[in-house]
């Protein structure tokens, strides 16, 4: 069945893969000039970042390998979302399993997508303070190394390159602007 998306015209779908995470489809389009074409496009579930920043300025980061970019990464707290799971109870969870925190005050920033030109994929933003420390419950395929820093040498990392994730250079600079409102 055609139907409108924007200024294109899709006219069939086919999903060529899907995975409990992902699913790729390709479209057949009419472009908005007016040519036939195809489209590809990714979902990827939607999932949450959390920066947990302490009473004294101190931000809880993680280093992870990533195996898509063959590399450690230095990140917020991140992860999925689960089927019929609210964020704000996706990013409690995911602070509690990689770091082990648990935290009386949670303040959303709002959302950021990485890649919107093909990858449908929105990360909900969350700063959590307040913290308590108890012990992780990391999945078997994590081996995540905490990482302390100031939340003025998260920024300046961001800046720097050495945090490239996307939604965490966003939750950085969001939560900083945050905090020095008020």
Not at 97 to 116: F, M, R, S
Request: proline share 3%; aromatic share 6%; charged share 30%.
């Amino acid at each position: 069945m055609t139907r409108k998306h924007g200024p294109w015209t899709i006219k069939e779908t086919t999903r060529k893969y899907r995975h409990n995470l992902i699913e790729v489809c390709e479209d057949q389009v009419i472009k908005p000039d007016g040519s036939h074409g195809i489209y590809a496009t990714v979902k990827v579930n939607p999932g949450v970042s959390v920066l947990a920043l302490d009473e004294d300025g101190t931000a809880y980061l993680v280093r992870e390998f990533r195996y898509a970019i063959g590399a450690n990464s230095l990140e917020v707290v991140s992860g999925a979302i689960d089927d019929g799971e609210q964020p704000i109870d996706s990013a409690r969870r995911e602070l509690k399993e990689e770091l082990g925190i648990e935290a009386g005050e949670w303040t959303e920033l709002g959302c950021v997508d990485p890649i919107t030109s093909i990858i449908n994929s929105p990360s909900f933003l969350f700063l959590a303070r307040d913290l308590t420390f108890k012990d992780k419950k990391q999945e078997g395929s994590e081996r995540i190394e905490a990482v302390k820093v100031s939340l003025g040498e998260a920024v300046r990392m961001v800046i720097d390159s050495e945090i490239t994730h996307g939604a965490s250079c966003v939750l950085i600079l969001r939560a900083f602007a945050h905090v020095g409102k008020k």
